[in-house]
Protein backbone atom coordinates (compact mmCIF):
# COMPACT_ATOMS: atom_id res chain seq x y z
CA UNK A 1 0.00 0.00 0.00
CA UNK A 2 1.11 3.30 -0.98
CA UNK A 3 0.27 7.04 0.08
CA UNK A 4 -1.56 7.27 -2.98
CA UNK A 5 -3.64 4.06 -2.53
CA UNK A 6 -4.88 5.26 0.67
CA UNK A 7 -5.19 8.71 0.79
CA UNK A 8 -5.45 10.15 -2.59
CA UNK A 9 -7.27 7.69 -4.46
CA UNK A 10 -9.88 7.14 -2.08
CA UNK A 11 -9.53 3.31 -2.48
CA UNK A 12 -10.06 2.10 1.08
CA UNK A 13 -9.71 -2.16 0.96
CA UNK A 14 -6.97 -4.35 0.85
CA UNK A 15 -7.18 -7.29 -1.10
CA UNK A 16 -5.72 -10.18 1.23
CA UNK A 17 -6.98 -13.73 2.00
CA UNK A 18 -9.66 -12.50 4.46
CA UNK A 19 -11.09 -10.38 1.63
CA UNK A 20 -10.61 -12.67 -0.63
CA UNK A 21 -13.09 -15.42 1.23
CA UNK A 22 -16.46 -15.40 -0.35
CA UNK A 23 -15.11 -13.45 -4.04
CA UNK A 24 -15.95 -15.90 -7.16
CA UNK A 25 -13.30 -17.48 -9.33
CA UNK A 26 -9.93 -18.72 -7.78
CA UNK A 27 -6.54 -17.49 -6.93
CA UNK A 28 -2.99 -18.48 -7.35
CA UNK A 29 0.03 -17.05 -5.80
CA UNK A 30 2.39 -16.54 -8.56
CA UNK A 31 6.16 -14.65 -8.50
CA UNK A 32 4.80 -10.83 -8.85
CA UNK A 33 1.39 -11.77 -6.42
CA UNK A 34 -1.78 -13.69 -6.17
CA UNK A 35 -3.69 -13.53 -9.68
CA UNK A 36 -7.85 -14.16 -9.82
CA UNK A 37 -8.77 -16.33 -12.52
CA UNK A 38 -11.77 -18.97 -13.88
CA UNK A 39 -11.76 -21.61 -16.02
CA UNK A 40 -14.47 -23.03 -17.43
CA UNK A 41 -14.95 -25.94 -20.32
CA UNK A 42 -14.32 -29.88 -20.83
CA UNK A 43 -10.69 -30.66 -19.11
CA UNK A 44 -9.99 -32.14 -22.83
CA UNK A 45 -11.09 -28.69 -24.70
CA UNK A 46 -8.38 -26.84 -27.20
CA UNK A 47 -6.80 -24.72 -24.58
CA UNK A 48 -8.14 -20.97 -24.86
CA UNK A 49 -6.94 -17.94 -22.81
CA UNK A 50 -8.53 -14.55 -22.82
CA UNK A 51 -7.11 -11.09 -22.12
CA UNK A 52 -9.01 -8.01 -21.48
CA UNK A 53 -7.83 -4.46 -21.70
CA UNK A 54 -6.58 -1.68 -19.86
CA UNK A 55 -9.40 -1.50 -16.83
CA UNK A 56 -12.64 -3.60 -16.77
CA UNK A 57 -11.55 -7.07 -15.47
CA UNK A 58 -12.27 -10.57 -16.71
CA UNK A 59 -16.38 -10.25 -16.83
CA UNK A 60 -15.39 -7.90 -19.55
CA UNK A 61 -15.45 -11.67 -21.28
CA UNK A 62 -18.64 -13.44 -20.20
CA UNK A 63 -20.60 -13.73 -23.23
CA UNK A 64 -17.25 -14.75 -25.47
CA UNK A 65 -16.56 -17.44 -22.38
CA UNK A 66 -19.62 -19.06 -21.84
CA UNK A 67 -20.04 -19.24 -25.90
CA UNK A 68 -16.51 -20.78 -26.16
CA UNK A 69 -16.92 -23.25 -23.03
CA UNK A 70 -20.41 -24.28 -24.13
CA UNK A 71 -18.41 -24.68 -27.89
CA UNK A 72 -16.25 -27.37 -26.05
CA UNK A 73 -13.16 -25.61 -25.38
CA UNK A 74 -11.04 -24.97 -22.50
CA UNK A 75 -10.97 -21.20 -21.38
CA UNK A 76 -8.74 -19.43 -18.95
CA UNK A 77 -9.62 -15.80 -18.01
CA UNK A 78 -8.11 -13.93 -15.37
CA UNK A 79 -7.61 -10.67 -13.77
CA UNK A 80 -4.20 -8.59 -14.84
CA UNK A 81 -2.15 -7.23 -12.09
CA UNK A 82 -3.89 -4.17 -10.70
CA UNK A 83 -7.09 -4.82 -12.05
CA UNK A 84 -9.98 -7.07 -10.72
CA UNK A 85 -9.52 -9.09 -7.78
CA UNK A 86 -5.40 -9.94 -8.65
CA UNK A 87 -2.87 -7.92 -6.34
CA UNK A 88 -1.61 -4.80 -7.47
CA UNK A 89 2.36 -4.97 -6.85
CA UNK A 90 3.90 -2.08 -6.57
CA UNK A 91 6.12 -2.47 -9.62
CA UNK A 92 6.28 -0.89 -13.44
CA UNK A 93 3.45 -1.60 -15.41
CA UNK A 94 5.48 -2.85 -18.32
CA UNK A 95 4.42 -5.68 -21.02
CA UNK A 96 7.33 -8.04 -20.01
CA UNK A 97 5.23 -7.82 -16.11
CA UNK A 98 2.49 -8.66 -17.79
CA UNK A 99 3.78 -11.60 -20.15
CA UNK A 100 5.58 -12.93 -17.21
CA UNK A 101 2.01 -13.20 -15.26
CA UNK A 102 0.94 -15.05 -18.18
CA UNK A 103 3.62 -17.38 -18.55
CA UNK A 104 3.32 -17.94 -14.83
CA UNK A 105 -0.18 -18.53 -14.74
CA UNK A 106 0.07 -21.06 -17.23
CA UNK A 107 2.87 -23.02 -15.58
CA UNK A 108 0.84 -23.12 -12.30
CA UNK A 109 -2.25 -24.16 -13.64
CA UNK A 110 -0.78 -27.25 -15.64
CA UNK A 111 -1.28 -25.27 -19.05
CA UNK A 112 1.67 -27.00 -20.92
CA UNK A 113 1.63 -26.85 -24.33
CA UNK A 114 0.47 -24.05 -27.20
CA UNK A 115 -2.68 -22.28 -25.88
CA UNK A 116 -5.13 -20.08 -28.25
CA UNK A 117 -4.87 -16.44 -27.26
CA UNK A 118 -7.88 -13.60 -27.25
CA UNK A 119 -7.19 -10.21 -26.78
CA UNK A 120 -8.77 -7.03 -26.38
CA UNK A 121 -7.32 -3.55 -26.51
CA UNK A 122 -4.88 -3.39 -24.14
CA UNK A 123 -5.04 -7.10 -24.20
CA UNK A 124 -3.76 -7.02 -27.73
CA UNK A 125 -0.76 -5.50 -26.59
CA UNK A 126 0.16 -8.20 -24.76
CA UNK A 127 -0.39 -10.53 -26.87
CA UNK A 128 2.01 -9.02 -29.49
CA UNK A 129 4.27 -8.74 -26.68
CA UNK A 130 3.94 -12.57 -25.96
CA UNK A 131 4.69 -13.66 -29.87
CA UNK A 132 8.68 -12.44 -29.20
CA UNK A 133 8.92 -13.40 -25.63
CA UNK A 134 7.44 -16.59 -25.87
CA UNK A 135 6.23 -17.56 -28.83
CA UNK A 136 5.77 -21.13 -27.88
CA UNK A 137 3.10 -21.11 -25.82
CA UNK A 138 0.65 -19.58 -28.50
CA UNK A 139 -0.86 -20.97 -31.19
CA UNK A 140 -3.34 -18.89 -32.96
CA UNK A 141 -4.39 -14.88 -31.86
CA UNK A 142 -7.43 -13.06 -31.99
CA UNK A 143 -7.11 -9.52 -31.63
CA UNK A 144 -10.04 -7.37 -30.39
CA UNK A 145 -9.90 -3.77 -31.11
CA UNK A 146 -6.29 -3.62 -30.17
CA UNK A 147 -4.47 -0.85 -28.32
CA UNK A 148 -1.20 0.14 -29.31
CA UNK A 149 -2.01 2.85 -31.67
CA UNK A 150 -2.25 6.73 -31.64
CA UNK A 151 -5.29 6.95 -29.11
CA UNK A 152 -5.32 11.50 -29.63
CA UNK A 153 -5.21 11.63 -26.04
CA UNK A 154 -6.03 14.80 -25.48
CA UNK A 155 -3.10 17.15 -22.96
CA UNK A 156 -5.04 16.66 -19.93
CA UNK A 157 -4.84 13.05 -20.44
CA UNK A 158 -0.64 12.92 -21.93
CA UNK A 159 -0.45 15.05 -18.30
CA UNK A 160 -0.92 12.28 -15.99
CA UNK A 161 2.98 10.83 -17.29
CA UNK A 162 4.50 13.56 -15.63
CA UNK A 163 5.57 12.62 -11.74
CA UNK A 164 3.79 14.04 -9.27
CA UNK A 165 1.42 15.98 -11.28
CA UNK A 166 0.24 12.81 -12.49
CA UNK A 167 -0.95 11.67 -9.22
CA UNK A 168 -2.51 15.09 -8.58
CA UNK A 169 -4.66 14.47 -11.16
CA UNK A 170 -5.97 11.45 -10.74
CA UNK A 171 -6.39 11.40 -7.04
CA UNK A 172 -7.01 14.92 -6.01
CA UNK A 173 -8.76 16.42 -9.09
CA UNK A 174 -10.65 13.41 -10.18
CA UNK A 175 -9.73 13.88 -14.22
CA UNK A 176 -9.01 10.19 -13.98
CA UNK A 177 -10.96 9.34 -10.47
CA UNK A 178 -13.25 6.61 -9.88
CA UNK A 179 -16.43 8.35 -11.81
CA UNK A 180 -14.47 9.53 -14.81
CA UNK A 181 -13.01 6.57 -15.02
CA UNK A 182 -16.41 4.27 -15.14
CA UNK A 183 -17.74 7.30 -17.78
CA UNK A 184 -14.45 6.57 -19.83
CA UNK A 185 -15.30 2.65 -19.52
CA UNK A 186 -19.28 3.06 -20.76
CA UNK A 187 -18.02 5.15 -23.52
CA UNK A 188 -16.39 2.48 -24.67
CA UNK A 189 -20.19 0.87 -25.72
CA UNK A 190 -21.68 2.43 -29.20
CA UNK A 191 -25.35 2.22 -28.02
CA UNK A 192 -24.98 0.33 -23.94
CA UNK A 193 -28.64 -0.20 -23.05
CA UNK A 194 -29.66 0.13 -19.40
CA UNK A 195 -29.06 -3.41 -18.30
CA UNK A 196 -25.59 -3.61 -19.52
CA UNK A 197 -25.15 -0.08 -17.61
CA UNK A 198 -26.43 -1.60 -14.35
CA UNK A 199 -24.31 -4.98 -14.80
CA UNK A 200 -20.95 -2.99 -15.62
CA UNK A 201 -20.91 -0.12 -13.26
CA UNK A 202 -21.61 -2.16 -10.23
CA UNK A 203 -19.09 -4.48 -10.53
CA UNK A 204 -16.34 -2.52 -11.80
CA UNK A 205 -16.72 0.28 -9.17
CA UNK A 206 -16.82 -3.27 -6.87
CA UNK A 207 -13.28 -4.05 -8.19
CA UNK A 208 -12.10 0.07 -8.13
CA UNK A 209 -12.63 -0.54 -4.18
CA UNK A 210 -9.01 -2.66 -3.53
CA UNK A 211 -5.97 -0.29 -2.67
CA UNK A 212 -3.67 0.28 -5.99
CA UNK A 213 -5.88 -0.14 -8.83
CA UNK A 214 -5.66 3.38 -9.70
CA UNK A 215 -2.05 3.32 -9.13
CA UNK A 216 -1.65 0.49 -11.40
CA UNK A 217 -3.25 2.38 -14.49
CA UNK A 218 -1.31 5.57 -13.83
CA UNK A 219 1.68 3.24 -13.85
CA UNK A 220 0.56 1.14 -17.07
CA UNK A 221 -0.42 4.53 -18.81
CA UNK A 222 3.56 5.64 -17.63
CA UNK A 223 4.61 2.70 -19.11
CA UNK A 224 3.61 2.93 -22.62
CA UNK A 225 0.77 0.30 -22.40
CA UNK A 226 -0.99 2.50 -24.50
CA UNK A 227 1.01 4.33 -26.37
CA UNK A 228 1.75 3.53 -30.51
CA UNK A 229 4.09 0.60 -31.22
CA UNK A 230 4.04 -0.01 -34.83
CA UNK A 231 6.88 -2.27 -34.74
CA UNK A 232 5.19 -4.81 -32.23
CA UNK A 233 2.38 -5.44 -34.96
CA UNK A 234 5.10 -5.91 -37.22
CA UNK A 235 6.62 -8.37 -35.51
CA UNK A 236 3.48 -10.31 -35.06
CA UNK A 237 3.31 -10.19 -39.31
CA UNK A 238 6.83 -11.69 -39.32
CA UNK A 239 5.47 -14.78 -37.23
CA UNK A 240 3.90 -17.89 -38.41
CA UNK A 241 0.55 -17.61 -36.05
CA UNK A 242 -2.54 -17.15 -37.73
CA UNK A 243 -4.46 -14.11 -36.97
CA UNK A 244 -7.91 -12.78 -36.99
CA UNK A 245 -9.02 -9.08 -36.18
CA UNK A 246 -12.19 -8.19 -35.15
CA UNK A 247 -13.04 -4.51 -34.71
CA UNK A 248 -16.32 -2.60 -33.81
CA UNK A 249 -17.01 0.04 -36.39
CA UNK A 250 -18.02 2.72 -34.51
CA UNK A 251 -14.93 2.16 -32.26
CA UNK A 252 -13.90 5.79 -30.89
CA UNK A 253 -11.72 4.58 -27.89
CA UNK A 254 -9.18 3.11 -30.63
CA UNK A 255 -10.43 4.74 -33.63
CA UNK A 256 -11.73 1.84 -36.38
CA UNK A 257 -9.40 3.53 -38.86
CA UNK A 258 -6.49 1.49 -37.40
CA UNK A 259 -7.83 -1.57 -38.38
CA UNK A 260 -6.13 -0.50 -41.98
CA UNK A 261 -2.76 -0.01 -40.39
CA UNK A 262 -3.18 -3.38 -38.77
CA UNK A 263 -3.91 -4.59 -41.81
CA UNK A 264 -0.88 -3.24 -43.19
CA UNK A 265 2.02 -4.66 -40.56
CA UNK A 266 0.23 -8.13 -40.53
CA UNK A 267 -0.67 -9.06 -43.82
CA UNK A 268 -2.14 -12.60 -43.59
CA UNK A 269 -5.03 -11.15 -41.08
CA UNK A 270 -8.67 -12.97 -41.23
CA UNK A 271 -10.56 -9.47 -40.74
CA UNK A 272 -14.39 -8.77 -39.75
CA UNK A 273 -15.49 -5.16 -39.02
CA UNK A 274 -18.41 -5.72 -36.52
CA UNK A 275 -21.53 -2.89 -37.43
CA UNK A 276 -23.27 -1.34 -34.80
CA UNK A 277 -20.51 -2.02 -31.97
CA UNK A 278 -18.18 0.28 -30.55
CA UNK A 279 -14.79 -0.57 -28.60
CA UNK A 280 -16.86 -4.16 -26.96
CA UNK A 281 -17.67 -5.63 -30.43
CA UNK A 282 -17.86 -9.12 -28.39
CA UNK A 283 -20.13 -8.06 -25.79
CA UNK A 284 -22.74 -5.56 -28.77
CA UNK A 285 -22.83 -8.15 -30.70
CA UNK A 286 -21.90 -11.67 -29.63
CA UNK A 287 -24.21 -13.12 -31.91
CA UNK A 288 -21.77 -12.22 -34.77
CA UNK A 289 -18.04 -12.33 -32.78
CA UNK A 290 -18.54 -15.38 -30.97
CA UNK A 291 -19.07 -17.38 -34.36
CA UNK A 292 -16.21 -15.59 -35.95
CA UNK A 293 -14.05 -16.90 -33.03
CA UNK A 294 -15.41 -20.34 -32.67
CA UNK A 295 -14.70 -20.73 -36.62
CA UNK A 296 -11.24 -19.30 -36.48
CA UNK A 297 -9.90 -21.22 -33.98
CA UNK A 298 -12.13 -24.41 -35.60
Known sequence: MTLFDRWFSGERLELNEETRTGLPGAFVKLSDGVTHYEIGGPESGPPVVLLHGFSVPYFIWDP???????GGFRVLRYDLFGRGFSDRPNLPNTREFFARQFT?????????????VVSLSMGG??????VQRAPGRLRRLVFLD?????????L?????????????????LGLFGSRRLVTTMLADFYRPTSEMVAAFVSRYEEAMRYQGFKRSLLS?????????????FRAVGESDKPVLLIWG??????????SHKFQEL????????????GHLPHFERPELVDRLIIDFLG
Do not use: C, Q, Y
Request: hydrophobic share 50%.
Open 104 to 116: ELLDALGFDGAVD
Open 146 to 154: PAGFNLGLP
Open 249 to 258: KEDTTVPFAH
Open 220 to 232: SFREGMLDEDLGL
Open 266 to 277: VKKTEFHEIPGA
Open 64 to 70: TFEALTL
Open 156 to 172: AARALKFPLLGEFLLGV
Open 125 to 130: VVAAEL
